[in-house]
Nanobody, 128 residues
Framework: QVQLVETGGGSVQAGGSLRLSCAASGYRFSEFTMAWFRQAPGKEREGVAAISASGQYTVYTDSVKGRFTISRDNAKNRLSLQMNSLTLEDSGMYYC?????????????????????WGQGTQVTVSS
């Protein structure tokens, strides 16, 4: 059974940093594209960052480029998201997600329809 468990969320002042982590189990982690999505109250779900199965390729939504870094440790079945220079607009529930298939889609990897397994989420709250 596929399981994705996010940790690392919390409250932080604008300009601060957080590192999110996702522990994956129940499948061959190294064979699938992984991504982070987020959703704020009253807002639609947004793809934040995605990474190919090997970790060779990544893609980010424009608003986080230069501030967020997605990475993975395939030996430990773990996905991470380093978030720096956080702003109020970064607040929301962050989800670790797994691709339906082990194919890299480039920019299309930020589309929610590509992913069929979602974690429970971890809350990120940025305050001024």
């Amino acid at each position: 059974q596929v399981q994705l468990v996010e940790t690392g969320g919390g409250s932080v002042q604008a300009g601060g940093s957080l590192r999110l982590s996702c522990a994956a189990s129940g499948y061959r982690f190294s064979e699938f594209t992984m991504a982070w999505f987020r959703q704020a109250p009253g807002k639609e779900r947004e793809g934040v960052a995605a990474i190919s199965a090997s970790g060779q390729y990544t893609v980010y939504t424009d608003s986080v480029k230069g501030r967020f870094t997605i990475s993975r440790d395939n030996a430990k079945n773990r996905l991470s998201l380093q978030m720096n220079s956080l702003t109020l607009e970064d607040s929301g529930m962050y989800y670790c997600v797994r691709d339906r298939v082990g194919i890299w889609y480039g920019a299309a990897s930020l589309e929610g329809s590509r992913y069929n397994f979602w974690g429970q989420g971890t809350q990120v709250t940025v305050s001024s």
